[in-house]
């Protein structure tokens, strides 16, 4: 088989597979209305305010309800040490120039 | 058009032939192409998965949320507040909140403990007073469903309805009990009365729902304080107004809107924030030193080889199709090769890579499948910061050799 026609057929399964894992993306989408609504629900009825993503410290379980001094929480000297802060980025002010 | 496609046939032929003969040289090329490749589109994916789920599911979160702030920090909210804020206009109802973490030494995880609002849980007497009645919410009859009735599930005093995530990390079933330790000393037994369900481990893995009296009991926090408010506003547009009004009366306050709460969780992974500018600015600096070394110059090999075919008739046109086609083929078979890897990472996976960072030290995490939010937007930004910039890094310095004589090509194979 010709070095060309090889490529081809290479390049054909990625943009076929790729054109597959769309048409997923799509069906899992239509999919999870139902579960989405259902947290859209939860978060409604209870008056939720955050994602559960990082429950290592209180600051990171409810980011946006954390103090302002975050990073200097425990004591004037004590920098943020969580792996999950470094997700988090800095508070609007503190970058700002004044 | 047949001759022209042969050509170029005979073109990709020859151009693929040429890679094999340095077969090692290009096989690594092409895996760390892929790999920069796969890195991007990983963050990419997982970034605006993660951030439009946060905004569907967020956008029912409290209008405002009001917390009182002693030296600079969240303290206890004291009940007296209420009125105050009551008598803003334009506030339809003010409702306190109970909440709080506990850490399990146990397992060595924190818990939020959560007594439901009273329109969610019409049996929980958390303190509310509402100045009317909330209208024109479509939702609001959905919202203040007994919500803790689910699968039969009833919150009463001495009973918890917990997150999938701590019945999954403590073992726990329906009727066990769970010891806590009281701000006294006290062990106080409560009985699990339900499990919240998986599918919104994203908000409740670590929740726990408790009664108010027993929430009062557990942290020896007395009547006239709760921990925050949620204020009700009549107008949306007027949330912000309303916002700076309280913070105007009640100084040592802190208004939170849902438009912040939205937004943090849209900068905390924005492609500018922490973690992800590491793995962009290395992935980057990867890919400008890749694009360096093409465009600094040729192998003394590659002069050679273009001399040699410049010798034996090929065009200047023909040599810079090669190699356009040399760098289409290795751009594009990483581009595919990398966005199929990032997509099966991401939403096959549960971002595998990316998981260590993502839990910290937390030993209590969510399990969560992200929604694949995928758009033409994405793969297109992914398509130009990759395919483009490496095909025209390649062509230049080519571009340069192929217009040299085939003779001194050929002679300088020292260099």
């Known amino acids: 088989m010709r070095n060309s026609t090889l490529f081809f057929y290479c390049l054909s399964a990625e943009v076929l597979v790729l054109g597959l894992l769309l048409v997923h993306a799509s069906v899992r989408e239509g999919a999870a209305q139902d579960s989405l609504n259902e947290k859209s629900a939860l978060v409604k009825r209870l008056g939720l305010t955050d994602l559960c993503l990082f429950t290592e410290a209180r600051y990171t379980r409810h980011l946006s309800q954390a103090d302002l001094n975050t990073p200097f929480q425990d004591h004037p000297l004590s920098l943020e040490h969580f792996p999950s802060g470094s997700f988090t980025q800095p508070p609007t002010g503190v970058t700002q120039s004044r | ?415």
């Open chain 2, 1 to 415: 058009m047949n001759a022209w496609i042969e050509k170029q046939r005979y073109i990709i032929d020859f151009t693929i032939s040429s890679l094999l003969r340095r077969k090692v040289k290009n096989l690594g090329l092409l895996a760390l192409y892929t790999l920069i490749v796969f890195i991007l589109a990983s963050t990419m994916f997982f970034t605006y998965s993660i951030k439009k789920e946060a905004s569907l599911i967020l956008k029912g979160s409290p209008e405002i949320v009001v917390q009182k702030i002693l030296a600079g920090r969240h303290d206890l909210f004291p009940v007296g507040y209420i009125d105050t804020i009551k008598q803003i206009r334009g506030v339809v109802g003010v409702e306190s909140r109970l909440w709080g973490y506990y850490y399990d030494s146990l397992v060595g995880a924190n818990y939020t403990l959560l007594t439901p609002p009273k329109t969610a849980a019409g049996e929980s007497h958390a303190k509310t007073a509402s100045v009317e009645g909330e209208a024109g919410d479509a939702d609001s009859a959905a919202s203040s469903k007994p919500l803790l009735e689910l699968n039969g599930a009833k919150l009463e005093p001495g009973t918890l309805i917990i997150g999938n995530g701590i019945a999954r990390l403590r073992k726990l079933t329906r009727d066990d009990y769970m010891p806590f330790r009281a701000f006294d000393g006290t062990i106080m037994n409560l009985r699990i009365a339900g499990t919240l369900s998986s599918q919104s481990e994203l908000v409740s893995s670590d929740l726990m729902l408790i009664t108010e009296d027993d929430f009062r009991k557990l942290f020896g926090i007395d009547t006239q304080h709760v921990t925050d408010v949620i204020v009700t506003v009549k107008n949306p547009s007027e949330v912000a107004t309303v916002a700076a009004k309280i913070k105007k009366r009640l100084i040592d306050s802190r208004p939170i809107i849902r438009d912040e709460i939205l937004r943090t969780y849209d900068s905390i992974f924005n492609w500018r924030g922490g973690m992800m500018i590491v793995v962009f600015s290395a992935a980057v600096l990867a890919f400008v030193i890749f694009a360096w070394d093409k465009a600094s110059g040729l192998s003394a090999g590659e002069r050679r080889e273009i001399g040699i075919l410049k010798a034996v008739g090929w065009e200047t046109s023909d040599v810079i199709l090669m190699k356009f086609w040399e760098g289409a083929i290795v751009s594009l078979s990483a581009f595919f090769g990398g966005v199929i890897l990032a997509y099966v990472h991401v939403f096959f996976t549960g971002s595998l890579v990316f998981e260590p960072a993502l839990k910290g030290w937390s030993s209590l995490y969510p399990n969560f499948d992200l929604t694949p939010f995928i758009n033409a937007e994405q793969l297109t930004t992914l398509f130009f910061l990759t395919v483009v910039p490496y095909t025209v890094a390649t062509i230049v310095p080519i571009w340069r050799a192929a217009t040299i004589d085939p003779d001194s090509a050929m002679r300088h194979t020292g260099e």
